[in-house]
């Protein structure tokens, strides 16, 4: 294996860390403490594990956590009520509601209710603009997580050929628009792509958010590009014994890791830098809700 790793999880301590100085500074300097509520409807397993995982990271870095999980039954009016209220309340600065939610319910609606500048998942439809137009937005985590290791790794990102696979609302459009921001040449590949093989061998920077255990192999890599891999894809591994399974990304890592650069793993890689980054971002909307100064070093 030639490539450098990156540390998703050691970088995800150094950004709760930040998150952690800036929260001291608001509530001492301040008298503000930055408050994340959470929403679940239903008991979608996945959904149960990310919601307590987030709650308990948010108390840790010396936030307020409130979280609100509903029956799976739960109406839209009901639902839309909760979000108006949270909209309102001053000590909440953040508002999640976790997807996906149960069928009945309108993701595009339920999304588009949460106040903007509450938004810390950066997909109400205001941020998707105001970050394609390149003005202050709340940005999605995982590819501010991406974008934070990237700028980490190169420093800075000008001129470089990016590549990402996929283009889904919540990884591969607005890392596209993050990337072209930073100045890189951006292109978006996806299953109707052609010969995408040749496009992601033209790349300094290949982000694979597909969804497709193992989809990008080494032979589709330039020697020394950097390769995000965004998947996080439960596979069988009989290896293991009957019945077992293991996680593995959107990349191949071992092909991957003889040709590239350097590359994140799965786990440990970009998965850690997703709540990091949610916590980043309520301490940002934090900030701009009461007119101090962006929190350094946790801004796209
Ligand atoms: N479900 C899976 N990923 C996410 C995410 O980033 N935000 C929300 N709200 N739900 C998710």
Redesign the pocket.
């Known amino acids: 294996m030639g490539a450098q790793i990156i540390d998703g999880k050691a970088f995800a301590g150094v950004v709760r860390e930040k998150v952690a100085g800036h929260v001291s500074r608001l509530k001492q300097v301040h008298g503000v403490t930055p408050g994340l509520a959470?929403v679940l409807v239903g008991e979608d397993p996945?959904?149960q594990v990310?919601v307590r995982s987030k709650g308990k990271q948010t108390v840790e870095t010396g936030m307020n956590s409130y979280e609100h999980r509903l029956d799976a039954s739960t109406g839209e009016g009901e639902l839309l009520d909760l979000i108006a209220q949270l909209n309102a309340d001053p000590a909440v600065h953040g508002i999640?509601?976790?997807?996906?939610l149960p069928a009945h319910l309108d993701e595009d609606l339920v999304?588009n209710a949460i106040a903007p500048e509450k938004d810390v998942?950066g997909?109400h439809i205001s941020n998707v603009g105001l970050l394609a137009t390149g003005q202050k937005a709340m940005v999605?985590?995982?590819p501010l997580g991406c974008l934070m290791m990237l700028r980490d790794h190169h420093g800075n990102l000008s001129g470089m050929n990016a590549v990402v696979v996929g283009r889904s609302n919540?990884v591969g459009k607005p890392m596209a628009q993050l990337l072209l921001r930073d100045s890189c040449t951006v292109t978006i590949a996806h299953s109707r792509t052609k010969e995408i093989e040749e496009v992601t061998r033209r790349a300094d920077i290949v982000v694979a958010a597909v969804g497709r255990p193992e989809m990008v192999t080494g032979d589709w890599i330039r020697p020394g590009a950097t390769v995000i891999d965004v998947g996080i894809n439960r596979i069988d591994a009989p290896e293991k014994g009957q019945g077992k399974t293991r996680l593995v990304g959107d990349c191949h890592f071992e092909s991957c890791a003889e040709v590239a650069g350097a590359i994140t793993p799965v786990p440990g890689g970009v998965g850690p830098m997703?709540i990091a980054c949610?916590l980043a971002n309520t301490v940002t909307a934090c900030c701009r809700m009461h007119g101090l100064s962006e929190p350094e070093g946790l801004t796209a």
């Not at 999640?96 to 996906?100: A, E, G, I």
């Open positions: 959470v996945a959904s990310y999640l509601v976790q997807l996906p999304i998942d997909f999605p985590c995982t919540i997703t949610l």
